[in-house]
Nanobody, 128 residues
């Protein structure tokens, strides 16, 4: 089992920044690829970013590319999502998730079914 706890969400004005953190406990963190997803009211959960087990590769959705950056610190068992130039459309509950590493430095899973463990989510609200 892996337990994931997100933090760092909140209310911010458009154009502002937030950094989300996801602390993992349980099994060896570096065994897992990590991802961030979000779900806005009335919408389906969508992939935002993903990172391979050793940060050798990252993925960012087109909607956040150039504004958000995923990173991880395996020594701290933590994955981050730096969010800059926030827009009202970024308002959502943000979830982190852990999935099998795939044994590859290039594996950045992008669909929910590739993830095994999920956090409870943290609310991000961007006001206009």
């Amino acid at each position: 089992q892996v337990q994931l706890v997100e933090s760092g969400g909140g209310l911010v004005q458009a154009g502002g920044s937030l950094r989300l953190s996801c602390a993992a406990s349980g099994r060896t963190f570096s065994n897992y690829a990590m991802g961030w997803f979000r779900q806005a009211p009335g919408k389906e959960r969508e992939s935002v970013a993903a990172i391979s087990w050793n940060a050798g590769s990252t993925y960012h959705a087109d909607s956040v590319k150039g504004r958000f950056t995923i990173s991880r610190d395996n020594a701290k068992n933590t994955v981050y999502l730096q969010m800059n130039s926030l827009e009202p459309e970024d308002t959502a509950v943000y979830y982190c998730a852990a999935g099998a590493s795939g044994g590859s430095s290039y594996y950045t899973p992008r669909t929910q079914d590739r993830y095994i463990y999920w956090g409870q989510g943290t609310q991000v609200t961007v006001s206009s």
